[in-house]
């Protein structure tokens, strides 16, 4: 019998909260045996959700909590005053050790800022990095980082390429992944200062499998498996993508619905254009695990609907059976000595 994955999930955060937060726990544990689920929140509120729902009530329990930390709320004071919020008791159970990882799609700032001061970095980790899978022509990429360091120095871009691949060899499946550095052109002398002094220290890494320079149009082909950034590029590279897709989307829906000629032709492409569309459905690949602390935490988008919220969940049982966080501490053990 395999080992039981204990995984916090906060479920009052995010715009769909609690619905498709409890929606989505139900359908992990519906489509997982080995996986335990504590719900955190309003005792009240949750049980109420979880009473139109059939499952196995050993997989899922609650955990009463009288706060909630809202998105404009400054997230290190919230962290430090709102002490019985469900990220907060959520995070501390992680610490304790008392569940494997911590799932929420409520206050980025909160959960990053909760994160490092309550669950607390790896040794020798300089600055945890947020890293999503985002879709491209040949599956995926991770990028690293999207949205934890808007002010990161060389060091910083040099520990999340590590970071990065360690991630997509053991959870991904990916041998040997390409490492990349985001920038305005191919040439090593290109770039701003960042870039300039962060790619001869990617060049001389010997734990990755650095490609150069890609730029964001090449993005999308998959020429990288870790695309390495510092935060605010790499969450105006992820806004953009997301953008750029729904409205793809929307404007191909709008011209298959204009004449009888392409309603007739949308129906005979139908099944082919839906898996198509399904590979660049963010939902599809879980959320974004924050790397480098000591326990798993995971941060899925704000407007996470059921889906999201599962395959999050389910992404936390294969980062604890390939033990992604002894391979980044025995990494960054290393670096230490």
Do not use: W
């Not at 499946?173 to 052109?185: E, F, T």
């Not at 962060?198 to 010997?206: A, G, I, S, V, W």
């Not at 409205?247 to 011209?255: A, E, L, N, T």
């Not at 198509?276 to 963010?282: I, R, V």
Request: aromatic letters at 4%; glycine letters at 10%; charged letters at 25%.
């Amino acid at each position: 019998m395999k080992e039981t994955t204990k995984i916090v999930l906060d479920a009052m955060g995010g715009d769909n909260a609690p619905v498709e937060i409890i929606k989505g726990a139900i359908e992990a544990v519906n489509k997982r045996e080995d996986i335990e689920i504590i719900l955190t929140g309003k005792e009240d509120i949750i049980n109420q959700e979880l009473a139109g729902y059939t499952y196995n009530k050993d997989q899922i329990s609650v955990v009463n909590t009288s706060e909630v930390i809202e998105t404009a709320e400054p997230p290190v004071m919230a962290i430090r005053k709102k002490k019985d919020s469900s990220i907060v008791v959520g995070l501390k159970m992680v610490k304790k050790g008392e569940a494997d990882a911590f799932v929420s799609a409520g206050s980025s700032g909160a959960v990053l800022a909760g994160g490092q001061l309550l669950v607390g970095r790896v040794k020798g980790v300089e600055r945890p990095p947020l890293a999503p899978l985002i879709p491209t022509e040949k599956g995926f990429s991770l990028l690293i980082d999207c949205g934890a360091n808007v002010d990161a120095r060389p060091s910083h871009l040099v520990q999340f390429a590590k970071m990065g691949s360690i991630y997509m060899e053991n959870v991904i499946g990916v041998k040997n992944p390409k490492v990349a550095i985001v920038n305005i052109g191919a040439e090593e002398e290109k770039g701003n200062a960042l870039v300039k002094e962060t790619f001869p220290l990617l060049k001389e890494c010997e734990d990755i499998n650095f490609i150069g320079s890609i730029e964001a149009r090449e993005i999308p082909h998959g020429q990288a498996d870790v695309i390495v950034c510092e935060a605010f590029v790499g969450n105006v590279i992820l806004k953009l993508y997301e953008g750029v897709g729904g409205v793809m989307v929307s404007m191909i829906k709008k011209g298959l619905m204009t004449t009888l000629r392409s309603k007739i032709g949308a129906l005979l492409i139908k099944p082919a254009l839906k898996e198509t569309m399904k590979s660049f459905d963010a939902s599809e690949y879980g959320g974004a695990p924050l790397l480098g602390l000591e326990g798993l935490v995971v941060k899925t988008h704000g407007s996470s609907k059921a889906k999201e919220v599962c395959n999050s969940i389910l992404q936390c049982v294969t980062f604890k059976e390939q033990k992604i966080n002894d391979q980044i501490r025995e990494c960054f053990q290393k670096d230490v000595q």
